[in-house]
């Protein structure tokens, strides 16, 4: 056992830095990623409202000057990190080894956080607003949980994908321009299978089905993202989440810090550390539709 020295600390940083890349993170794809954020808080886009254009103008008259209303959204960085002191005996081949708990224990804690940050986002409060932005709550459309099947009998079903995409479309969403994705928790994966599987049978063409796991994969070339991260509506009633990229957006705030060095407050004992620094965040509540099903 010998010293540790800069080498093994540089190997440890390459370790995390390939271990996030291999990681799956559950929401990256479905959401617009967002680059050069920095400061408290940074504008992500300003939404511009409808307008109406004239019909039948009268001939010579005068030029239009249409206004549209105008909504700034913003998004605010949040920390994560982790830490965890080494053994003295172990010190070196934690750092090193690939697959020590200090390289993979820590990128799956920094992952399942971040994997929070996005989930949360769904349907989490929103900084809209030009001077002083003001936290919003999301303010979209519901299908609810009694909108069920004979078979799935208040659960997810087709049913509810239907109407969740002509509530997207009632509100001026073009879904067939839209990249969509569609979030259920396990239980509600199978609800879905079920239905397809017995129910709703003349959809099976138009989903990707594992039928020897009974999971629907994606469902009118929706893809499905299954995840428990999304708050219960109540105790007997869980939250699944049908929304479109161009309306959730994901990015860094800073690099990320990755490092080991002797802790004088822990005998001088090996500490390895991983900071980030990451904000997302809804642009229009029209984008995330929110599916009511019961969990039991």
Same mark, same amino acid.
């Given at each position: 056992?010998? %010293?540790?020295?800069?080498?093994?600390?540089?190997?440890?940083?390459?370790?995390?830095?390939?271990?996030?890349?291999?990681?799956?993170?559950?929401?990256?794809?479905?959401?617009?990623? /967002?680059?050069?954020?920095?400061?408290?808080?940074?504008?992500?886009?300003?939404?511009?409202?409808?307008?109406?254009? &004239?019909?039948?103008?009268?001939?010579?008259?005068?030029?239009?000057?249409?206004?549209?209303?105008?909504?700034?959204?913003?998004?605010?960085?949040? &920390?994560?990190?982790?830490?965890?002191?080494?053994?003295?005996? !172990?010190?070196?081949?934690?750092?090193?080894?690939?697959?020590?708990?200090?390289?993979?224990?820590?990128?799956?804690? +920094?992952?399942?956080?971040? *994997? &929070?940050?996005?989930?949360?986002?769904? +349907?989490?409060?929103?900084?809209?607003? *030009?001077?002083? %932005?003001?936290?919003?709550?999301?303010?979209?459309?519901?299908?609810?949980?009694?909108?069920?099947?004979?078979?799935?009998?208040?659960?997810?079903?087709?049913?509810? =994908?239907?109407?969740?995409?002509?509530?997207?479309?009632?509100?001026?969403?073009?879904?067939?321009?839209?990249?969509?994705? /569609?979030?259920? !928790?396990?239980?509600?994966?199978?609800?879905?299978?079920?239905?397809?599987?017995?129910?709703?049978?003349?959809?099976?063409?138009?989903?990707?089905?594992? !039928?020897?796991?009974?999971?629907?994969?994606?469902?009118?070339?929706?893809? =499905?993202?299954?995840?428990?991260?999304?708050?219960?509506?109540?105790?007997?009633?869980?939250?699944?989440?049908?929304?479109?990229?161009?309306?959730?957006?994901?990015?860094?705030?800073?690099?990320?810090?990755?490092?080991?060095?002797?802790?004088?407050?822990?005998?001088?004992?090996?500490?390895?550390?991983?900071?980030?620094?990451?904000?997302?965040?809804?642009?229009?509540?029209?984008?995330?539709?929110?599916?009511?099903?019961?969990?039991?």
């Amino acid at each position: 056992m010998g %010293p540790v020295t800069d080498v093994h600390r540089i190997m440890y940083r390459d370790n995390v830095v390939l271990a996030l890349q291999e990681k799956r993170r559950q929401f990256d794809d479905f959401f617009t990623y /967002l680059d050069n954020l920095s400061g408290k808080q940074v504008m992500v886009t300003d939404i511009i409202g409808t307008s109406e254009a &004239r019909l039948d103008a009268p001939e010579g008259g005068d030029t239009p000057d249409i206004d549209s209303n105008h909504e700034p959204v913003w998004v605010k960085p949040t &920390r994560i990190d982790w830490g965890k002191i080494i053994k003295k005996e !172990d010190q070196i081949k934690a750092l090193t080894d690939f697959k020590s708990e200090y390289v993979q224990g820590g990128v799956n804690a +920094f992952v399942r956080k971040h *994997n &929070r940050i996005l989930g949360g986002a769904l +349907f989490g409060p929103r900084l809209i607003g *030009n001077e002083v %932005p003001v936290s919003t709550p999301w303010a979209g459309r519901t299908v609810p949980v009694d909108l069920g099947s004979t078979g799935t009998p208040n659960g997810m079903s087709v049913k509810k =994908i239907l109407n969740a995409l002509r509530l997207m479309e009632t509100d001026e969403i073009e879904v067939e321009d839209e990249d969509l994705a /569609l979030a259920l !928790d396990p239980l509600e994966v199978e609800q879905l299978w079920n239905d397809i599987t017995f129910v709703s049978k003349d959809y099976r063409k138009d989903a990707q089905l594992d !039928d020897m796991a009974k999971r629907v994969q994606s469902i009118f070339g929706i893809p =499905i993202v299954s995840t428990k991260l999304l708050t219960d509506y109540d105790g007997s009633t869980s939250t699944a989440a049908l929304w479109a990229k161009s309306g959730m957006h994901w990015g860094p705030f800073m690099p990320m810090d990755i490092k080991s060095q002797q802790n004088p407050a822990k005998q001088y004992r090996e500490h390895p550390y991983i900071e980030g620094w990451e904000g997302a965040t809804r642009s229009e509540d029209a984008k995330v539709v929110k599916i009511l099903n019961k969990n039991s």
